[in-house]
Structures are given as structure tokens and as C-alpha cells.
């Protein structure tokens, strides 16, 4: 099947064939969101992943925290957890993600591209227009608890990190091999003291600001659906979220300047 790209406004880029899959990269000319579509006619199972460009920029885990952040709600969609719940009606896998020193990677898998098609839609809201309420950073990322301890999801999480040889190994070794100038010096899940003392929900908000801007997000779907049923999803979002999508532009291009391994 030919793919009518152009009527979604979507440039094609290039394309890579084999003789089992074939692999094919468009771009939107609105909002520049990269669109990679990798065809795996029989394959079970549909796989997307919306992978975002974040470089930190301190030890703050300022990507990370605001990947946990992404899930607790978002403009359209406020109640927390509805992504997990309407994935699980859909018989979806249910949704994960995955924070690295270079990118934040979110991802959803189903049987079948109608599951597929309901749910991007969803997942797009949730990754431009999140929440960020004051109360989901103080259960998610840290706050001091009834005995005046220091608690949080994220906060639990790197506790543990920093108890583990290999984490302190490896951080030790990236911040000596690269320089304060490089976003792989710093920390990216996040250095205890840093959270406490360093982290807030508006240097989240900054950095979503900053780097959650369509032309850094590729979206990539492997498995048996075509180009044009995702094109058209990533259409009517950028018609419904065209402000935002206009204002994100202006704030990365002005910001531009200021400077795989584990899951987290
Ligand atoms: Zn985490």
C-alpha cells in the first residue's frame, strides 16, 4: 500500500527495505515530530515508542522525575493512572517507560492497531500537556514523611541506586570521563542530596518546557498497521494542540544555547 503522507502534512524522508521488513521515516511539516515506521507484517504484537531528547543539565534527575511526572495526568485526561487503566480495557501490555543519559524513552505494546489508535492519542496528551501538580511531585518525588524522614517514589528509587557498587561505579566513571559541559557528567536518575536540596516542580516544568517539543520526539511503530493510520493520530493532535505546539517551538530555539543502558 502506498502511503498518502501528504494529505496528513507529512513529508517523506527516506526509506530502508529488506526482504522481511522494511522501514520507513516521514516527517511532519507542521510540527516536525519524526515518524518512523518499521513493517513487520507478521508480527504478532505492535510496539510503539515515543522517544524524547532530554539532556540534563545537573544531578538533579530532572528527567527522570519528570518521566514518573508524565504519568500522573494530563490536561485532557487529569485522573491519575488513567493511561495503565484504559491500556488494560484495551488488552494492551500496559505502558512503560525508561529514562537514559540522552533521552526518555515511553512505550506501549497491543495485538492489534485499534488498541493502538485509541490510545496514542491519550499517550500524546499525557507526554505535551502533563500535569505537574504540586501534590504528584510531593508522592512521586520526594517530601518528608510522618517521621521526618525523606521519602518519595524516585527518591526510594536512587536511594537504592546509590547502595548499589556497579550505579556508583559507573557514575563515578562518566563524571570523570566527561565534563561539566556534557549532559554525560551529570547524574540523570537523580543524586539524593540533589533532589533534596536542588530539585523543584518548576525546574521540572522548565525542563518540559524545554525539551518535550515536537521536532525532538521521533514516534516508532513496528508491526503490522500503516504509516498512515499513526500519521493521521499525530495530525488531529497537532490541529487540537496547535498553540502549544507553536509556543513549545519558540521556548526550545530560545533555550537552545544554555548548554542506553538502565532503566530507571
Ligand atoms: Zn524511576
Request: include cysteine; hydrophobic fraction near 30%.
Amino acid at each position: 500500500m502506498v502511503s498518502s503522507f501528504a494529505r496528513y502534512n507529512f513529508d517523506f524522508i527516506q526509506s530502508y527495505c529488506e526482504p522481511s521488513f522494511s522501514i520507513e521515516k516521514f516527517q511532519s511539516k507542521k510540527s516536525k515530530i519524526k515518524l518512523y515506521c518499521i513493517r513487520l507484517p507478521e508480527l504478532p504484537t505492535i510496539k510503539v515508542e515515543l522517544c524524547v531528547q532530554t539532556k540534563p543539565y545537573d544531578d538533579t534527575g530532572v528527567a527522570h522525575t519528570l518521566e514518573h511526572l508524565i504519568f500522573m495526568g494530563s490536561k485532557n485526561y487529569p485522573q491519575q493512572g488513567i493511561l495503565d487503566y484504559i491500556s488494560s480495557y484495551l488488552y494492551c501490555t500496559g505502558t512503560n517507560a525508561s529514562t537514559y543519559r540522552d533521552m526518555t524513552n515511553y512505550e506501549l505494546s497491543t495485538i492489534d492497531k485499534y488498541s493502538i489508535l485509541k490510545l496514542l492519542p491519550i499517550y500524546l496528551d499525557h507526554i505535551f500537556n502533563p500535569l505537574l501538580t504540586n501534590d504528584c511531585y510531593l508522592t512521586e518525588i520526594h517530601h518528608i514523611n510522618n517521621e521526618g524522614h525523606d521519602s518519595g517514589v524516585v527518591y526510594s528509587e536512587m536511594q537504592s541506586c546509590e547502595q548499589q557498587a556497579d550505579e556508583i561505579l559507573e557514575q563515578k566513571l562518566m563524571s570523570e570521563l566527561w565534563s561539566k559541559t556534557s549532559h554525560y557528567h551529570y547524574n540523570y536518575g537523580g543524586k539524593l542530596e540533589s533532589i533534596r536540596t536542588s530539585l523543584s516542580l518548576d525546574k521540572i516544568k522548565s525542563f518540559h518546557k524545554m525539551f518535550y517539543t515536537p521536532k525532538n520526539v521521533a514516534i516508532i511503530v513496528s508491526g503490522n498497521i500503516e504509516p498512515d493510520d499513526i500519521m493521521n493520530v499525530i495530525y488531529e493532535f497537532e490541529q487540537q494542540n496547535e498553540k502549544r505546539i507553536t509556543i513549545n517551538s519558540t521556548i526550545h530555539a530560545s533555550n537552545n544555547m544554555q548548554h542506553k543502558r538502565k532503566k530507571r
